[in-house]
């Protein structure tokens, strides 16, 4: 197995993204590696925003309008704000210093995480079980599945300590 130099650490801003950024971190550090932040903006999303404000565009079509938002402003305030969040878990966990850099993409998550992993020469992924939904007893989200399914890279499925008491009960 070759060398790990570059971990990419899938933060999606869910409950799970200040533990795979810690792993990813430990890891970073005991493998001498660098890790590469990715968060994607799912194009669902982006494209729930044209559809609200397309009306809205079509009567004020001057972007000087106080109703006028471009879509290019949207991502660039999404941007901003989760780079704040990203920043704010890099200092929770004392990660500055194996950091690479921080990499958004709009997309479907799964095959921007891939491309970005690809792109960028990443060793290793780590990834959250579950998005932002957080769907009760599933055992993975459906960017998580098909990340496990798709990618060609290893992963790491990072785990909170948060599991059902039967489960805890079963393997004890």
Request: glycine share 4%; net charge negative.
């Amino acid at each position: 197995m070759k060398k790990i130099q570059r971990i990419l650490a899938a933060i999606d801003l869910s409950s799970y993204s200040k533990e795979i950024l810690a792993q990813a971190t430990r890891l970073a550090r005991s493998m001498d590696a660098r890790v590469i932040i990715a968060n994607v903006i799912n194009k669902r999303d982006i494209e729930v925003v044209k559809e609200v404000y397309k009306p809205m565009t079509e009567h004020y079509a001057s972007p000087y309008s106080s109703v006028y938002l471009s879509l290019e402003r949207y991502v660039e305030d999404v941007k901003q704000k989760r780079r704040e969040h990203i920043l704010g878990l890099i200092e929770e966990v004392e990660a500055g210093d194996v950091i690479e850099e921080i990499l958004f993409s709009i997309g479907v998550p799964f095959d921007e995480l891939i491309t970005l992993a690809e792109s960028h020469n990443v060793d290793l992924i780590v990834i959250g079980p579950k998005g932002r939904t957080d769907l009760p007893h599933t055992l993975f989200g459906t960017t998580a599945e098909k990340m496990f399914r798709h990618c060609p890279l290893p992963m790491l499925s990072v785990r909170t300590g948060d599991f059902p008491e039967a489960l805890v009960k079963a393997e004890n």
